[in-house]
């Protein structure tokens, strides 16, 4: 069965940096974009970017071009996302989801990492 | 950017039916995904490309996408139903994924 499983909490401080990991397992890797998607507290999901882990090609959201930077590591079917210059309203959990689709031409998020929460603090 | 447009709050009596909106600019030529997010947990996927359901999702759940609003309908609403939905599109035109601010279903 497919399972996304993510890295643990992680506590930093502004202007750090943070890396984001997600297994993958029950699928093969390379077939499906890896998307990241944040969600601050009390508020709704907001899109980040996708790489693709069979070629390492990435579309970052223009709000996070240059300050996220997504990769993988086929051998260990992971992806990975870091968000550098951390803010407070950085601040948030973030999920992977891989991405599927059902034969019609549209693509979906079909399934989704636990999340792991960034919490930045002075 | 495109937008998407969800009302914060719907509520509902159990056993009644909820009708839950997203707006946006032509979203009748799109693709409209829904997810599902229970407090404390991932989102899943409840309706994709309009009104299409994946496995698991209840007969109960509906989709439709006309014009500038696309609608997620629950009929016969459980408690377990209560949750925040979102709504999501795939903007062509800037190459984003877009999630709507997502609605939260009160079962009264």
């Known amino acids: 069965q497919v399972h996304l499983e993510q890295s643990g909490a992680e506590v930093k401080k502004p202007g750090a940096s943070v890396k984001v990991s997600c297994k993958a397992s029950?699928?093969?890797?390379?077939?499906?974009?890896i998307h990241w998607v944040r969600q601050a507290p009390g508020q709704g999901l907001e899109w980040m970017g996708w790489?693709?882990?069979?070629?390492?090609?990435?579309?970052?959201a223009q709000k996070f071009r240059g300050t996220v930077t997504m990769t993988r590591d086929t051998s260990n079917s992971t992806a990975y996302m870091e968000l550098s210059r951390l803010r407070f309203d950085d601040t948030a959990v973030y999920y992977c989801?891989?991405?599927?689709?059902f034969g019609s031409g549209s693509y979906v998020f079909d399934f989704w990492g636990q999340g792991t929460l960034v919490t930045l603090s002075s | 950017s495109y937008v998407l447009t969800q009302p914060p709050s719907v509520s509902v009596a159990p056993g009644q039916t909820a009708r839950l909106t997203c707006g946006g600019d032509?979203?009748?030529?799109?693709?409209v995904h829904w997810y599902q997010q229970r407090p404390g947990q991932a989102p899943v996927l409840v309706v994709y490309d309009d009104s299409d359901r994946p496995s698991g999702t209840p007969e109960r759940f509906s989709g439709s996408n006309s014009g500038n609003t696309a609608t997620l309908t629950i009929s016969r609403v459980e408690a377990g139903d209560e949750a925040d939905y979102y709504c999501?599109?795939?903007?062509?035109?800037?190459?984003?994924?877009?999630f709507g601010g997502g609605t939260k279903l009160t079962v009264l």
């Open positions: 999501q599109v795939w903007d062509n035109d800037s190459d984003h994924w877009v």
């Open positions: 790489i693709n882990p069979s070629n390492g090609d990435t579309n970052y």
């Open positions: 989801a891989r991405e599927g689709s």
């Open positions: 029950g699928y093969s890797f390379t077939d499906h974009f």
């Open positions: 032509n979203i009748g030529r799109k693709p």
